[in-house]
Structure formats: structure tokens, C-alpha cells
């Protein structure tokens, strides 16, 4: 019996490993925190530029001369922070490095970077900062403008409280932010843009026309109550539909509009749009893809689990979003400067010239100017 | 012909646990191998539609003033055509409508409603404050939600597509450390919407609106009935007639607020009870609609077949159980072979299927909360609780359906006291480690510091 | 990233070997177990002989052990005593045991009643002898240690950590799957042996596979805390 009493013990033991580490992580916890929810979080589109002017600002307050920037035009001062940052300290001038460049830089004036440099750490210019062509860059900061010369690249982000032009071939890997405006030249790319102006090569800004006013009036209380049964839009007839809201259609097939169809209802296509020029549309439009003519105007919001096409000298009031990608014809507007919207690609965003977008453009891959 | 009953009943209910099975194993390697669908957050802050905030209250003294502070901080535009709040005194005896009163003189855009007369539970508190609202979009929360600065932003993003009819945002428990259970069902959280909904949603299923952290088109509500107050699930109510009706729920995880769980395993039955009994209850209203929409597809149809019926899955296994002791008696383990394996691994679904667990452990590494994980094996006693609790509770819905009466809602307790800087442990009392709206804001920026 | 779909490729293909591994050398194996159990009940004194040979897999078969257990003809009041001491256990544990933890002892008390009534009122004998209990406990035992490299392909392999730690991880849990097994299996031939066949069901439903679900999930967290402990170190600063 004793033996059988040992089988039980062992029994037990080994009974308990199955419960032993979760029994001591609930008496001992090694973590009983709650999730990390950044309650005091806003969404600040120029994020990078500003905490790194921040971060700057302490390093510069508490870093020590480390030596002059011998060899180096124009000179300049190095220093060297608690926590082992090297940073360059420039007045201003045209900058050249033949090797890379492996120290953060700070520039009190305007900044220009010869051609061919590599600088692998971050840049922060108080004046205007202009790149010759090839030039490899880390990120940029700067209180003025920004002008990257031909085939730049840069690993990460540009933020400019001036205007930024990227010239032809440049490839940003991150965001591209600007307080004033983004100028795009052909073959450009990258993930995203936010200014209150962002346009491509040959863009005519103009006035653009407010659009519609939008919103659904709230309607009234029905307690769901039948009443009569709405009249089906002519543009819809002989689709097969039915009507989700008082203002919003729902067709389960492909639907082609026209040249010169209006839509005053909020339209859902579970197949292929396809509108032809001059179409209008009042109020917010979603299909699994859609294809815009040309001088197409949608007064609401431009939705797409798949793709959009925007043909030439069409005008999107408020914001566009495709799972995959997006394409804006030559002379395509979207937002207002007094009303910034959003262009969101979960793929590419592709955009020809004389595009203007006031607000952000977003990609999953890239954003490229054609 | 017992054996016979018994062997088909075992058949039975090997079959739908597997199907189970298969199906959060889909969704755990869908959400941890392909794209994430359409999120709108690139949209935050520029689609700015009118909302109105609806509280409902129920002597909600203890929570009330954080939850209005936290809304008071929200970087959503406060004028008014944007913002309302309205925090709906649903027949409160203590000092709730005083408190939502002060807010409202300091705040023009605070607009309580009290309740003293008519139907009283949440749905009831909803629909009086949607008849008062005049937002496009309807946002609930909870009385004990702690909502972030951008969390409105975040949920109302999403309504820019015209299709989503409601928005779920994420939930987190706050009170994780009050007890084991609230860590074991902070386990359970975290499986349910980094995994389970947010592959719902990717896959084009069936995401839940869960009636708290999320919002509803005002529009979308109105063609679809607006609130039921017969429902004691009215959210699962809500999300199965908007999505009958063709409306798109969204799920936005980067939308996060903190929620107080349970703290006490009583409080917690009598969580399950409510949800068993009504979402069990949509299962009888809307099966036959759901099946014959023509707004759905059918896989949707599938899954939603699958939503409706998860609480049956426990009066299942508890037959299964049964049976598998029948056959045992009977001699009929000499099955062929794997028949008896997975009869006798019936037993093992009273305390979840693997893919449960599996679902848990993959959240945990996506939220890159690893050191928790150890406790997975005591979500065992979770799992068994919340069976044995949902078969009883059940027997009482079908008991009380055959005698035609209606079960009534009962109120989660609150272990937050009022002033916001202390929690009460299972036994009532305070732990003085504080929770609340302060320490919520104070760890944060710990954290921020930290980071830098 | 933390996840990668080739991963999940390379999980099955490990599930297949191993698979592979373990039906080559299964009868080997089982012999094996086999020798543990037979040490195991002569630590707890109970007598056993070479039984018949089971044929688990086409080509995997192990000898089975033949025990004696308690006969409740000569000793009528054993199984009344067993099933008086549980529900006295649940009446003094009611209170004290936390509220989730209660419908697991109802259990004990639950399965001798029923096989009580069972031996009292259908036959004086469960319908297995322990030669019978060990095979179905083989046939189930061996079909769980096929399964495992799958489980763990899906739950494990699918991380991107280095394949030693997967591996690691797949060997201790197989051990320990084999090691446990070993042991149940023989204390339920030695319960039957002391306490008779009335233990039988209990033994059968809550430590056969419920038993095994348990550590499976007990060793996956260990496994993932630890490799979550590795991916956490490789996430990027905010530079």
C-alpha cells in the first residue's frame, strides 16, 4: 500500500506541472497590468518632425563640445550628449561629405547638401534646406522649406513648416509633412503626405466650387413604422436594388451610369461602378470598384473595398479610400483647403499631374506620381 | 436503442465542435497571416459626422464623474453641430442625477436625461436617449468606460463608407489585476477582439456590435427598428438586424477603451447568464431571417449561424458528456478507433477546444503581452464556470419560454468607488492601488516617458 | 514580423516527420512505456502478467499487462465506503472551494454514483477488465501523440523564433506526454487493483484526454511566454 500511496504522489506531481506555472504567475504575477491604452493620445500628423524638434531642442541644451569638424565646410562644432549622440552644429552653407555622414545635424540657417552626400542620421534645419541630386538622407526637419534635389532618397520622414518640393525620382520611405505645401514632381514616391496643399507636377490650384452640403438631416422618429414605398431612382431602374435609408441605395450587380447622371442618394454597389463623364453625385458613393469618367463630382466621400479610378477634371469633396489602389487622372481635385479630406490606399495611390489633394494622402506600399 | 440515441448524439456533437474548432482556427491563422481589410483609421479626424454620446445610468454615482471628465477631454470638435453628450439617468435612487446635473451646467454640451417613469434596462435608457438625440451617429458607452481623447475619431471614421451601419471598437479591462478572474477574463478579452473579431470583420463575416466603445449610424438604426427593449442582449440584437438588412458592421481595433470586468466569479455568472439567455433568444428571432436575407452572403449566412448557435454549444456538451458515459457503460469504446477518440475527447470541450486557447495565445503575442500567458491553463476553471452557468441558465430561458415569462436584466456591480481613485477588491474592499480616470491618464504618461 | 506563412509549411512538414518517427519506432516505444508501467506497478505492489498483444497501428503493437481488480463480491462494502468518502469530501469542500472550481467535484461523487448504480442495477461488472481499459487507453494515447506535432505545428511553429526552440519544446512535451501516460496508466491499474472497477469511468473521463488537454495547454504557454520573451527583445525602438 505504501508503494501504491508513492505511485500517488508521483501521480500528483506530475498532475500538478499542468497547473504549477499559471498558479504562481496568479499568486506571483509577472504581469498584472492592464494593457497599455495611451489615453491622452492625438493623432498628430506631423508626429516625427515635431518630437524630433523636441528631442533636438534637449539634446542641444545638454550636450558638451566634443571638437571641431575639422576638414569639414562649412565647419562646425561637434558635440556630444549624456546619452552618447554625436550632433553637428552648422551655421549654414552648402555642406559637402564625401564619406556618410554618421552625426545627427543641426543647421541654424539655410542648408544646402552637395550631391552624392549620404547622411545617415537625422537633420534639423532652422532655415531652408535644399539636396542636390543623389544625396541619401536619414530623415529632415526644417523651419523653412525643403527642396530635395533629383534621385534623392530618404529612409524615413520629411517635415517642413515651409513648403516641401520633391524633385523627379526622389523616393521618401516614410511620411512627407508640411505646414504650408507639397510639390510633386514626376516620379516620386512615397507612403505618405499630409499639408494643407499637396500637388503634383503642373498643377493649376484654382478656386475650387464648395461642394454640396452634406450630412443626412436627422429623420424623424418612425418606430420603424411602414410607410410608402419609395420611388426607385430612374438611374436605377431595371437594377436590382433596394433601398437601405430614406438616402441610401443599395444595387447588387454592377451598375454603369451615363454621362451626365445625377445621384442625389448615398449609392452602394456590390459590383463595378462605372459612371460616365459629367456624372454628379450628392452624397457618399461605394462600390467593389469603382470607375469615374472624366469631370465626375462626388460631394461626399468616395469608398472602395477594391479599387478607384478617377477620371481627368473630376472633383472629390470629402475623403477617398480603397482596399487596394488608387488612380487620379490628370486635373483631379479632392478636399478643400477650408475642408482637408483623405486619400487611403490599402495598395498604391497613383497620381498624374495636375492632381491637388488638401489634407493626407495615405498608401500600404506607395504613393507615386505618374 | 439508448446505445443507438446515445452513439448519434455523440456523433452530433463531435461534428459541431469541430466545426467550432475549425472555425477559430480559421480565424486565428487568417488574422495572423493575411492583410488586415479596410480599417479606415487614415480617416480620423477627417470625417467629422454629428455624434451624439448616449450613457445610460443606472445608480452610476461611483463612475459617472470619469467617464463625463474623460468625454470633457475628447479632442472631437465639442460644438454643436458635432458633439452631444447625453448621459441617460435611467431611475437612479442615489446621487447620479445630481452629479450628471452639476456636469450639465458646466458643460453646454452635457444634456442629461432622467428617467423617472416608463420601461426601465439599458435598451429602454437607449431608446429614450435616441429619440432626445440629434446626431448623425450614435455612440453608447457604458457608465464605467474610460474612453481616450481620440477614441471618438477613431469610432466614427469608419462611417464614412456608407455600407457600415455600426462601428465596434476594442475593449480592454482596466481591473485586470483585482482578481484571477479578471485576469482570466482579460485572457478572454484579448482572444475575442484582436483575433476573434477583427478576423470576423477581414473575413467579411459577421463582426459584433457590441453595444459599448461603438457606434451606430442613426439612419441605419431607424430602417432597422431601432433598440429592442424586449432584448436581453441588445447589441447581439442590433448587429443581427442591421446585418440582415445589409448594413456593415466595422471593427476597429485601434479604437481601445478600458472596461471594468467582473471581479467576482457571482458577478460574472450572472454576466454569462445574460448574454446565454440573449443571445439565445436572438437565435430563435432571427435564424430564420438571417438564412433568407438576401443582403448576405453565404458564408456570412454560415458564420452567423455559427454566432447565434455558440451558446447552445454548452446544453451540447453536457449531453455529449452523457452520452459518452452511455456508451462507456455499453461497452462501445471498441468503436471504430477514431470515433472513440473523439468521443472521449467531448470531455474535453466542457473546458474549451484548443483553438480557444490557441485564439488567446495569438492575441497575447500580437498585443506583445507575452508574460501573461502562463495563466492560460487556469482559463480551464473560466471555461468550466462559464459552461455549467450557461447550461443552467438555459434551462431556466427554455423553462420560462414555455411558461411564457421574461428573465429580468441584471445590473453589473461597479467596484470603482466615487471619487475615482480606488478600486474594491472581490470582497468590497479598497485596495488602494487606484483606477479610475486619474490613474488611467497618470500611467499613460508613465508610459509616454518611459518611451522616450 | 511575428508571423510567417512558410512557417506554418515548415510546422507540417516537422509534423509529418515526427509522425513518421513515432510509427517507425512505435511498437519500440510502447515497449517502452510498457517497461515503465511495469516498474511503476511493482513500486505500488501490484502483480501483473504479459497479456495479450495489441496491434495499435498496422505495424505498432504493444503487449498488454494483465491486473487483477478488487472484486466487490468479497469486499461489498468497498465501493459504498469509496463513494460515502466523496460526497463527504463534497460536503466539507463546498464551501470552501472557489465557485468555478465546484462542478469539478461534483465529479468524483457524480461518476461513483453512476458507476455504482451501474455495477448495482445492470451487471456486478464494468464492461472492461483492465487488459480492456489499457488497450483503449493505448489505442487513445497513441492517436494523442500523432496529433501533438500538429497541435504544436499550428499553435508554435508558426512563430518566427529559432527552430531549436521549437523543437525543444516539441521533445519536452512529447517526453512528458509519454512519461505521464505511463504513470496514469498505472495508477488507475493500481486503483483498480486496491479500490476496484468502480474508479473505472472516473479515471477514464477525467485523467484520460481531459488530462492530456491539460497539459497541452500547460506547456503551450510555457512554450509561447518564451518565445514571446525573444520577440519582445527584437522589436524595433522608436528610431
Redesign the interface.
Known sequence: MLGYLLLLLLFSLFFSV??Y??????RR???????????????VENYFGR?FRA?MQQWLAEAQPNGIAAGLLPSGVLLKTSGGEHLLTLPGGRLERRGEQVELIYCEGDLTLAGGSTFRREIYCRGRCETEATVQLQSIAADGDVILGLQNEVARWVDAQGKVRLRSGTVVGSRVSSSTSIELERQVRAQSLYAPVICTADCALRDDPVASPR??A??P????QAGTPPAVPPYLAGVRC?Q?????W?V?DDLDLPAGCRVES???VKGTLRAGSDCHFA????ASCIQLGSRNRVG??L?S?GSIEVGEGSFIA??V???THIRFSAGVRVGQLSL???V?A?SEVGLEQDVAIY??V?A?RWIKTL | MIVEAARIVAVVVLVVMAAYTARH?LFA?HR??S?G??D?T??????L??VSVLIPMHNEEAVAPDIIE?LAEA?YPHDPQHLEVIPINDHSTDGTGAILDEYARRYPWIKPLHRKKGKRGKAAALRAG??A????ILIAFDADY?????LL?FLVAPF????V?AVMGRV??????AS??T?LL?LER?GGYQVDQQARYNLGLIAQYGGTAGGV????L?????WNTHSLAEDTDLTLRLAI???KIAYVNRA???EEVPET??GR?RQVERWAIGHTDCLHRYLGPLLRS??LTAKAKLDGVFLLGVYLTAPLILLG?IA??IL????Q?YLP??V??FL??T??NA?GN?AS??EI?SS???????????????????F??ST?TVAVALIKYYAGRARGRSLPWNKTERHRNGNGNGWTNGNGEANGNGRG?SV??A???A??SG?? | M????GL?FQGFAVAILVDALLVWQGSRLLGWHSRVVEALLQLAGVAWEHGKDLAVLPGVSVGLLRTSYLDYQTHPLYPWACLAAAVALLALGLRRC????R??LYLVPLSLG?TLL?LTR?SPT???NPEDFST?WY??ET??WLLLPW?FA??FF??NVPMRLKMGWLSLLLSYSFLWSAIRLATALATFHYLGSLWM?FF??AF???A???Y???F???A??Q???L??RR?EE?Q
Open positions: 499542468s497547473f506555472f499559471g498558479f504562481r504567475e496568479w504575477p509577472w504581469d498584472a497590468a492592464p494593457l497599455p491604452i495611451d489615453v491622452e493620445y492625438v493623432r518630437s528631442k450630412g443626412e436627422a429623420p422618429i418612425t418606430n420603424g433596394l437601405l435609408s430614406p438616402r441610401t443599395l447588387q448615398n449609392l452602394i452624397g457618399d458613393l461605394k461626399g466621400n469608398v473595398d470629402r475623403n479610400a480603397a482596399g482637408p479630406a483623405v487611403s490599402g489634407g493626407k495615405a500600404g | 482556427l491563422l495572423l497571416f492583410r481589410r479596410m479606415y487614415d480617416l480620423a479626424g477627417f470625417h459626422p454629428s474623460a479632442d435616441t429619440e438625440a440629434r446626431g448623425e474610460l474612453p481616450g481623447r481620440s475619431k464614412a463608407d456608407p455600407e451601419g480592454v479591462p482596466h481591473n485586470v489585476g484571477l478572474l485576469r482579460d484579448a449610424r442613426r439612419a441605419a431607424e430602417t432597422a427598428g431601432g438588412r445589409g448594413w481601445e477603451c478600458y466569479w457571482e455568472r438576401p443582403c458528456w459518452t458515459v462507456f457503460f455499453a461497452g469504446t478507433v477514431w472513440a477518440f472521449a475527447s470531455s474535453c473546458v484548443f486557447f490557441f495565445g497575447v503575442l500580437l498585443d506583445g503581452a507575452e508574460r501573461r500567458i502562463r495563466l492560460l491553463p487556469l482559463n480551464v476553471a473560466n468550466l464556470f455549467t480616470l488611467v491618464k500611467r499613460a504618461a508610459q509616454n518611451s522616450s | 511575428v508571423f510567417r506563412p506554418l472557489p465557485l468555478p472550481l462542478p469539478l453512476i451501474y445492470v464494468v464492461p472492461y483503449i489505442r487513445g492517436y494523442l497541435i499550428l499553435g508558426v512563430l469511468p477514464y473521463f484520460g484526454f481531459l492530456d488537454f491539460l497541452i495547454v500547460a503551450y504557454s510555457l509561447l511566454g518565445a514571446g520573451a520577440l519582445a522589436r522608436w
